[in-house]
């Protein structure tokens, strides 16, 4: 499980205060350095550790937590706060348009999961009695488009396509024409993966972006690449302008950095996380659970 590792190190560091009646700076001190080389081994980004270790610090050597009662709850519990807004503070919502449709951007590298998330956000926005649209704009990859038909049909959602012959750009503007004619309120654009950033298809992503301009561009990321993940989105915000994350493969085994580090390091919340294959298997992002769950 994802975060193992992390929960594990962290609650045996902090275990050590919660049994101490009075808490000298040196039992905090030896504390956080223990927690700062669990955050870093599960690989969030250093200069996030350094700034989270110096926060929970100043507050946890002030005088209300050390005269406390029960000093080391009360450092579990700034942990715990600070744990929280590290990762957004409270749910992010996805931003409806005011008048629909909303149009959503979907990008990230290839394998990171795009097109299987592509679905299930079409199958959650179904639930919420929305009449989503999904548009094939990866012209590139042979298997693409028929990949993005079969989750289509899977989540029983219409994918509009033009094949492989018409630019990207265009295709998108013309999903944006027939979803408003056929009453599609969400329109989600699926756009081509790379396996590395690319300035063409960076290029094209932003062509794109101007021509529906997008109420969500959303980056999907792979939680398993660790801090990649995080050069990835710092990449796509700078030349996008992404407006949210959704963390894929939260079921397995990453070791955690990723969702620790992105917000702090992008100023832009993760709104999903994947936590499986299936097509129900995506979460809204709670923040304030996940540090719940780290400290266990
Ligand atoms: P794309 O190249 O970014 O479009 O990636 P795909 O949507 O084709 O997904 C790549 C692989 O990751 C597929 O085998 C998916 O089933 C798998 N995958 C996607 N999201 C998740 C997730 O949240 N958890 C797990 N375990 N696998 C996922």
Known sequence: MVF??????????????????????????VAMREVRLALLEADVNFKVV??????????????????????????????????TNL???????????????????????QGAGKTTTTGKLAFNLKKQN?????????????AAIKQLEVVGEKVN?????????????????????????NGND?????????????EELMDEIRNIHDAVNPNEVLLVLDAMTGQDAVNVAETFN????ITGVILTKLDGDARGGAALSIRAVTEK????????????????????????????
């Open 87 to 109: 990762m957004g503070e409270k749910e992010a919502k996805l931003n409806f348009a005011s008048t629909p449709p909303t149009v959503i951007l979907m990008c990230g590298l």
């Open 269 to 296: 919340p993760i709104k999903f996380a994947g936590m499986g294959e299936k097509f129900d298997q995506l979460e809204p992002f709670h923040p304030d659970r996940m540090a719940s769950r780290i400290l266990g």
């Open 4 to 29: 193992e590792s992390l929960s594990e190190k962290l609650q045996n560091a902090l275990g050590k205060l919660k049994g101490k009646g009075k808490l000298s700076e040196k039992d905090v001190d």
């Open 130 to 142: 929305k009449r989503p649209l999904l548009v094939a704009c990866d012209v590139y990859r042979p």
């Open 157 to 181: 959602v219409p994918v509009f396509s033009m094949g492989d012959k018409i630019n990207p750009v265009d295709i998108a503007k013309a999903a944006l024409e027939h979803g408003k004619r």
């Open 186 to 198: 969400v329109i989600i654009v699926d756009t081509a993966g790379r396996l590395h950033i690319d």
């Open 50 to 83: 350094k700034d989270f270790i110096k926060k929970v610090k100043e507050r946890a050597i002030g005088y209300e937590v050390m005269e406390s009662l029960t000093p080391g709850q009360q450092v579990i519990k700034i942990v715990n706060e600070e744990l």
């Open 238 to 241: 700078e030349k996008l302008g």
